[in-house]
Structure formats: C-alpha cells, structure tokens
C-alpha cells in the first residue's frame, strides 16, 4: 500500500528525481484577474532567495503578477514586474516591506502603470548580432541605425569580455523596411569601428542557432 501524504499531491522538483510535498496554496475566494497597475523593479547585488523574497511580499498582499523579466548583470540581480496592486493595499508600505525583506543595497521601485498604444512596426522580427574591439560609441551607433529604418528592440543583451565585445538583439522592423539598404548602412556603421555585424530573420537565426534569449521568442512574426 502506498504511503499519503498528508500536505497533498508530490510534485517533482527541477532537476531532481527525487519528489516534494508541494501544498497549493488556496486561492481567496474573491480573486478576480484584474488589471496591471504598478510596474516595480528591484535592483539589488545578487544572492540566493531574491525572487521568493520578493514574491513572498507580494503573495502575502494578494498582489497579482501578470509578467515579470529578471536577469544578472555583473553581479547585479535586476527585475521588472507588472503587477496589480489590491486598491487597499498601501504602496509605500508594500515598497518599504520589499526593502527590508531583501535586506541593504537594494534599490525598490514602484510606479504608476500606465497604459497606451503599445509599439507595433506591423513588421517582421530580426535577429541582429555583433562582435568585435570594445570601444566607446558601439551600441549609441548600432542603435541609432535601427531607430533610423523604424525598428524597435524588443530584447538586447551585450557583453564585454577581455575587450572584446558581443550583442545580440530582437528587433521588429517595419513591413516597408529598406532591408538592403539596413544591411548596408550596418555593415558601413560596423567596418568604421572594427565590428562584424549580422542581421537574420529571426526564423532563421532559430533554426541555425541554439542561443536563447531571457524570454521566449515568438516565432509566429
């Protein structure tokens, strides 16, 4: 006969093959989904325990989480959250208990989420990389190349290493886009600073790459 456990269903834990009691936690019978009305972020040096302290302050006010980005930057744990904040819930209060639940040296921000007409170039998504020297100017003039044919970054991330640099980059382009032209000015813009730049739909940088970005790529663009 098999053994119950008394907190409920096990539930496998990541990367283990060994399993855990997990208790669900009930939900208030009152939850609504709701819409955002904050966007917080954290910034803080990175330690063990930053997201479950994080959420646990929030879980504990009944805020709701729609979606959230986190990453590591030399050393540095950063996040973005938008969530809705209960109308009875005091945001100083839920800022000021964030703080101190993560302890010193952590930066806490809470804004008013405000909405508007979201970005769209009813375009394609591109993938764009580049590697070369570390200097000065490189991302200002990489950059501005693409905000001069319309395009908008949807996910960055560079990197510099024993001086050399690396970018790799989503962009939504706009359907009129002069592509040719595009890749000319960035291979012009990336010989005047000694980088090799590559720009790919993004549809075939998946398939010939295994690079994966800090959220899921939508490949229906």
């Given at each position: ?53 994080i ?54 921000t ?106 899921v ?5």
């Open positions: 006969m098999t053994d119950r456990n008394p907190l409920g269903p096990e539930k496998l834990t990541e990367g283990s093959n060994k399993s855990i009691a997990i208790r669900p936690r009930q939900q208030s019978s009152n939850f609504t989904m709701r819409t955002p009305s904050h966007i917080l972020t954290v910034v803080t040096r990175d330690h063990v325990g930053i997201i479950a302290g959420t646990g302050v929030l879980d504990k006010a009944e805020v709701q989480l729609f979606e959230l980005s986190q990453t590591v930057v030399w050393e540095y744990f950063t996040i973005i959250l938008v969530i809705n904040v209960p109308k009875d819930v005091n945001t100083e209060k839920l800022n000021a208990d964030i703080f101190h639940n993560l302890g010193s040296g952590v930066a806490v809470l804004v008013p989420y405000q909405t508007g007409k979201p970005v769209d170039t009813q375009g394609e998504r591109y993938v764009l990389t580049a590697t070369g020297i570390d200097r000065p100017g490189i991302i200002h003039t990489i950059t501005e190349i693409i905000a001069q044919h319309g395009g908008n970054f949807t996910d960055l991330s560079t990197r510099v290493a024993d001086k050399h640099f690396s970018m790799v980059a989503e962009i939504d382009l706009p359907e009129d886009v002069l592509l040719d032209q595009l890749q000319i000015d960035l291979q012009h813009a990336g010989a005047e600073v000694g980088l090799q730049v590559r720009l790919q739909h993004n549809r075939l940088f998946v398939a010939t790459n295994e690079i994966a970005f800090r959220r790529i939508d490949d229906t663009k």
